[in-house]
């Protein structure tokens, strides 16, 4: 695994580059990120793939972890979408939002 593009992807405190519209902090994103809440998971999840390196997203998230909320993120990867389908050798959900 190569290392994160940034120092401050692994530091609590900082803000993380990809979430640029946000105030949210490393340490907030992480909290988000063990939410019960699929649906807001599979948001911010879409949005670290779509706006991350996509070194970075292994820093945060598992392939087991995307192919479980694929159906529900893959309305927030935007353009990315067919690179993360090729990527992880996933179709797009029969019902596609």
């Known amino acids: 695994m190569l290392p994160a593009t940034s120092p ?7 803000k993380p580059y990809f979430l640029w519209w946000s105030e949210l902090t490393t340490g907030q994103f992480r909290e988000i990120l063990r939410s019960a809440d699929t649906t807001e998971r599979a948001y911010w ?4 793939m779509r706006e991350a390196n996509t070194r970075d997203v292994w820093i ?3 392939p087991g972890e995307i192919r ?3 159906p529900l993120l893959w309305r927030h ?10 990527l992880l050798k996933l179709s797009p959900p029969s019902r596609a939002a």
């Open 8 to 14: 401050e992807l692994t530091e609590d405190d900082k």
């Open 45 to 48: 999840i879409g949005a670290l």
């Open 60 to 62: 945060f998230v598992s």
């Open 68 to 70: 479980t909320l694929w």
């Open 77 to 86: 990867l935007g353009r990315s979408r067919e690179m993360w389908s090729c």
